[in-house]
């Protein structure tokens, strides 16, 4: 393949596919063409898209999270339930969920560097320990419904036209955009994902860079289960189970690579904007689920193997 | 098993030290004391006269030592001008002021990359070594450590790379460099210190020896004026 062929494709791959998928969906579905639909498509892939944002962190740090799914439905239900149970304030219970997120996040990246457990088996661990604990707390896998009327205002508020999720997750991309490309600490994140021992040579405290993109990744993992709960308006135990699936492919099909040092927070955008047209347009042809999961595993299979050909060949 | 036994080394300001030897021979365990990457059994530094300690690859930069090893040490998925500031980033990060003091370096010490946006993986190895060695030298440092600087490197390249080397002793600075290549430390050294088994076997001014008495006393031979 040409050089510049190449070339052309590897930056603009994204854009080309989702213009191609808006074509060809617009084609094969009436019901596609419409504001309302695409205001469900991104209010849809809002919640995914804040969880990749801390997915992208993570691997772009070199290390992988699959606790994601697990820690937005517990965050989900404890969110619930300080509202539901403990009548604490919207905003109060949003922050300790938030906080507990964070917390797992250190409890991820602490396990990692104190005792140098590879990231996938920590994460696995408490992917299973949180799953198991939003039952827990749950009494048994019931949902908290008894929730009060503001409670679903996150999920499925607006503020004027716009759905508060999508505002939401434009501050998130705002925010995080910023810190990886312009503090210090989110250079780091960069650095110790392309080469840790170089970074460390250098003083790059690597530790605590790490621990640093995981409080990150869990935080906003928390941030989405909450945002998913309010949808649902109710803390739902089994909730999130695609997450972690859609926000890693998400974020590869944006370009960051699984080895870390590289990726970028547009990419993983538009990577979670191309799954959630590739699902709303299976959805709206009425394509079993089950399909649908062969066509996620295929695209995820396919943009791992694009990547690579394209990253490695061109310069 | 004694990797260095009571080697004497000196380094004096503004000249180019060519540490030679063998495999085995020690080379990289006394740079590796210099850099604070092994701390020794026995012995003492001293810089500028006064004694120092060296524990660590931190205390020998703070004293402005600077190691590129090997394997350059470059972050692969950045650029040249990421790599170059590496550790010395303030607060917030104004890339366009970077880019701009980080291409004054790399012209200041001729070296040819034409875009430094490029991510150094996509460099070939003469200019990746360039940018690890322009990495090393800014910054006010005293002594510079190069270990195999001219290894992976092709004829063309290896030549700009030793010109580069000796522009740096103009800049007041004192170098060691560790190379195989006894064509190449004639090139640029002003003296060799030959190891051979974890001894020293002699310490030479250019002037005074030649590739061949070198060779002997790194192999162990005789040599006959």
């Not at chain 1, 990726?263 to 347009?281: D, K, P, R």
């Not at chain 2, 350059?72 to 170059?84: E, F, G, H, W």
Request: aromatic share 8%.
């Amino acid at each position: 393949m040409n050089l510049r062929i190449k070339s052309f494709l590897k930056t603009y791959r994204l854009i080309i596919i989702l213009v191609l998928m808006i074509l060809v969906s617009s084609l094969v579905s009436e019901h596609f063409l419409s504001l309302n639909n695409f205001l469900n498509i991104i209010r849809q892939i809002s919640m995914v898209a804040i969880i990749a944002v801390g997915s992208t962190v993570i691997i772009v740090n070199g290390g992988i999270d699959l606790s994601v799914g697990s820690v937005a439905a517990f965050s989900g239900v404890l969110f619930a339930g300080l509202m539901a149970n403990n009548h604490l304030p919207m905003l109060i219970a949003i922050l300790i969920t938030l906080a507990v997120g964070a917390v797992v996040g250190f409890i991820n990246g602490g396990v990692m560097v104190s005792f140098s457990v590879p990231p996938f088996i920590v994460t696995l661990a408490t992917m299973y320990i949180f799953r198991g604990l939003a039952y827990i707390y749950t009494g048994g896998g019931y949902p908290i419904s008894n929730v009060p009327k503001n409670f679903d205002i996150l999920g499925r508020g607006y503020i004027g036209y716009i759905p508060v999720p999508i505002i939401i997750m434009v501050l998130v991309f705002i925010i995080f955009i910023w810190f990886l490309n312009y503090t210090k600490y989110g250079l780091y994140i960069y650095c110790v994902g392309g080469n840790e021992t170089a970074s460390k040579l250098f003083g790059v405290n690597v530790k605590l860079v790490k621990i640093v993109a995981y409080v990150m990744g869990s935080a906003l993992a928390s941030l989405g289960g909450v945002i998913l709960a309010s949808r649902l308006n109710s803390g739902q135990p089994a909730a999130g189970e695609n997450f972690l699936f859609m926000a890693i492919t998400a974020t590869i099909l944006g370009g960051t690579s699984l080895t870390g040092g590289e990726g970028t927070l547009v990419g993983t955008l538009l990577g979670a904007v191309i799954l959630g047209l590739l699902s709303n347009i299976l959805t709206l042809k009425n394509v079993s689920y089950f399909y649908q999961l062969v066509v996620q595993g295929l695209v995820l299979m396919a943009a791992v193997i694009l990547d690579v050909m394209l990253v490695k060949k061109t310069s | 098993m004694t990797a260095l036994d009571n080697v004497n080394f000196d380094l004096y300001k503004n000249e180019i030290l060519a540490l030679v030897g063998d495999n085995g021979a020690g080379k990289s365990t006394l740079i590796k004391i210099i850099s604070g990457a092994i701390v020794p059994d026995g012995g003492e530094i001293f810089l500028y006269g006064k004694r120092v300690e060296i524990n660590n690859p931190i205390d020998a930069k703070k004293l402005e030592i600077e190691t590129v090893y090997q394997d350059l040490a470059l972050i692969d998925t950045l650029d040249v001008t990421k790599n170059i500031f590496l550790g010395r980033e303030s607060g917030l990060l104004f890339h366009k002021r970077r880019q701009e003091i980080a291409r004054k370096i790399i012209d200041g010490l001729d070296i040819n990359i034409p875009d430094i946006r490029e991510k150094v993986r996509f460099l070939s190895g003469g200019q990746r070594q360039s940018v690890a060695i322009a990495r090393a030298t800014t910054f006010g440092k005293r002594i510079i450590i190069l270990d195999e600087p001219t290894a992976a490197l092709g004829v063309r390249e290896s030549k700009h790379i030793l010109e580069i080397i000796a522009s740096l002793k103009a800049r007041g600075l004192s170098i060691i460099i560790i190379t195989h290549n006894l064509e190449h430390a004639f090139f640029i050294s002003d003296r060799f210190f030959v190891l051979r088994n974890g001894k020293e076997v002699g310490v030479k001014e250019k002037e005074e020896t030649s590739v061949d008495e070198i060779v002997k006393m790194i192999t162990g031979g005789v040599f006959v004026k």
